[in-house]
């Protein structure tokens, strides 16, 4: 008899979570695909990219303003980042 189960993965939270300006954008369970994830966001000039590791409770900051020429990475603050608040829209100021 064959068991041919296919093997779930358990992870009922994934490890990493990549937030772009309070928007989730990816969740994953390996550092690669973050790390991937990011490179693409940086290579596409966003302003603000949160790398949450929820498993080592640490959260790290990607940011760049227009006259910047690379992003400053800086520690975030864990608890801040995982309880940001769902962005349905960002609303438009007027200059």
Do not use: C, W
Request: zero cysteines.
């Amino acid at each position: 008899m064959n068991n041919n189960i296919k093997k779930v993965e358990s992870v009922t939270k994934p490890r990493f979570i990549v937030l772009e300006n309070g928007v989730e954008v990816l969740k994953a369970s390996k550092k690669e695909l973050a790390d991937a994830r990011v490179q693409l966001l940086q290579e596409a000039f966003k302003p603000l990219i949160i790398l949450v590791d929820h498993k080592e409770k640490t959260s790290m900051h990607y940011s760049k303003t227009i006259h910047q020429k690379n992003y400053r990475i800086e520690a975030g603050d864990y608890e801040k980042d995982t309880a940001l608040p769902p962005v349905t829209e960002v609303p438009q100021t007027e200059a």
